[in-house]
């Protein structure tokens, strides 16, 4: 999440002057993701990830350069001098400032991750000591400057982000950078912003670690420091958590309820370029007497597509106690911690808030719905169920066939070839024996993972999708099949195809699938 405050008591951090001699020392020494997961073993390297460190040191025991780097960088643990030499560039390394020596021994001042890109390109991402979210030292820092390493939101906003060649994209409220590195390695310009300077600092740090080309980096709030520039890609991972105040900077946005997110949503159509895209993760407020649709389409700006989802849903009991859990609130004073959660249930009360939804939302600049040639399209679903990622692939695919419902009716449709998508299954649900099945299923096993009930003939029809007839003949041949008027298949039978379509089940043929058959027939 990105910070909207400058106070911090935390130390300098190092500069990158000898940064590619650093990261040559780690590479060398498999200081990676796999390089990781080779010499913890599953069970040690899934315990750090909850923050449980005994496995680890208990497989680092011995004196090879990658176990004195995970003392070091994700153990925060002290080691010999000797040691640490024998495993980076120490003299570069204390003059940079990423370690500071003491009697016979050196410590790390920032935590290191070793990170693997979307094309396995290994990365590093740098944070705060005790701050890589599932860290040695976990989260519940107060430091309001704090900057934390990577987390589950980060990873998920950097899956969804739609990967695709730009010139210019815009990382707000950076923190540690790992929007601004994916972001890198295809857009053109990079401009990270962030209100806390120390974390333009981390990605700075994280960048260059990395080997990655370096970014604009800008301090300030929301869109603020960027003034009147536009952006083909627009990422944020803000700091979304709805609470009675600034309490944390990594996660308390400074403003009352959801406005954060509302407004950074709101502000975010006039910063794009056409055709543009801006992603970011949120919390919304289920409020009594309100659909929470309703609320998020109140926020989707003029002249943009949204495809809004809704992941997860907490009732504000759960939710209060998850986020002073995170700032380490349970485990002091039992008074002043029943004090906090009842100044966040008086806050929640006095907003008629009932639960928090948590999700992405995703919007599109689109020119033809800026000029009122075409309605925009604003889908808000509900899906909690798991998901494949990466989801950049899907996320624009969504839009592109929104694109085609929106210029195709119903004769349209069915003159048109359609394709079965790849990894759908059919399945049938009955009981034992049933000489029918009571349903048919249609299931993705990729993206979105969605599965949606068809009837027999709308089953039919995606079976044959081949791209070699048009929807209308295939139609015409069920008709024959089955004994049904094929007038009434081609009247009802559209409404079917396109939620095929909206939902990626169906995809419009392309030349060259099928032999190209374009007769559609009448209606």
């Not at 906003?157 to 972001?183: E, F, M, Y």
């Not at 993972?449 to 079976?463: L, W």
């Amino acid at each position: 999440m990105g910070h909207v405050s400058t106070t911090s008591t935390t130390p300098s951090l190092p500069v990158p002057t000898h940064a590619a001699r650093l990261r040559e020392a780690l590479l060398a020494a498999d200081f990676t993701a796999d390089g990781l997961l080779d010499l913890l073993g599953a069970q040690a390297y899934a315990a750090l990830a909850r923050s449980e460190t005994v496995p680890a040191l208990r497989a680092t025991r011995g004196d090879s350069p990658l176990e004195t780097l995970v003392r070091l960088f994700l153990l925060q643990r002290a080691v010999e001098h000797e040691r640490a030499a024998a495993a980076v560039p120490l003299e570069e390394a204390l003059a940079d400032g990423w370690l500071v020596r003491e009697d016979d021994t050196v410590y790390a001042t920032v935590d290191v991750r070793p990170y693997g890109g979307p094309d396995g390109e290994d990365w590093f991402i740098v944070s705060d000591l005790g701050c890589a979210v599932g860290g040695a030292g976990g989260i519940g820092k107060k430091d309001e400057g704090v900057v934390l390493g990577v987390g589950g939101a980060s990873t998920t906003l950097a899956g969804i982000t739609v990967r695709k060649p730009v010139a210019t994209a815009l990382d707000l409220g950076t923190g540690s950078g790992i929007q601004a590195l994916h972001a890198a390695q295809h857009a053109t310009l990079v401009t990270a912003t962030d209100l806390n300077p120390r974390a333009l600092d981390f990605t700075r740090l994280t960048l260059a670690l990395s080997g990655a080309r370096g970014a604009e980096l800008l301090e300030g709030s929301l869109f603020e420091p960027v003034d009147g520039d536009t952006y083909d890609l627009i990422v944020s991972n803000p700091p979304f958590v709805i609470s009675p105040g600034a309490g944390l900077t990594y996660r308390d946005g400074g403003m009352g309820g959801d406005d954060l997110c509302r407004t950074l949503v709101q502000q975010a159509g006039e910063r794009l370029n056409d055709g543009g895209y801006a992603q970011f993760l949120a919390n919304w407020q289920h409020v009594e007497g309100e659909e929470w649709q309703d609320r998020l389409r109140s926020w989707v700006p003029r002249g943009c597509d949204a495809w809004i989802v809704q992941r997860e849903v907490q009732d504000i009991t759960q939710y209060t106690e998850l986020w002073l859990r995170d700032s380490g609130e349970h485990r002091g004073d039992p008074d002043a911690y029943r004090r906090a959660y009842g100044r966040w249930l008086d806050e929640f009360e006095a907003r008629k808030t009932k639960a928090i939804g948590f999700g992405w939302i995703t919007l599109r600049k689109n020119p033809a719905v800026a000029s009122g040639a075409v309605e925009p399209s604003i889908v808000l679903e509900e899906w909690p169920h798991p998901v494949e990622q990466p989801l950049g692939d899907t996320v624009r695919a969504h839009f592109e066939r929104q694109d085609y419902l929106r210029g195709h009716d119903d004769a349209a449709l069915l003159a048109d070839r359609f394709v079965l998508a790849h990894e759908v299954v059919q399945e049938q649900v009955g009981l034992p024996g049933a000489e029918d099945p009571e349903h048919v299923l249609l299931r993705q096993n990729r993206g979105m993972r969605r599965a949606t009930r068809v009837d027999h003939v709308a089953a039919g029809f995606a079976g044959v999708c081949d791209g070699t007839l048009s929807a209308g003949r295939i139609l015409d041949a069920i008709g024959q099949i089955t004994g049904e008027d094929p007038v009434m298949l081609r009247d009802r039978t559209p409404q079917a195809i396109r939620l095929l379509v909206e939902e990626g089940f169906l995809l419009p043929a392309q030349d060259g699938d099928g032999a190209g058959d374009v007769d559609g027939g009448t209606a």
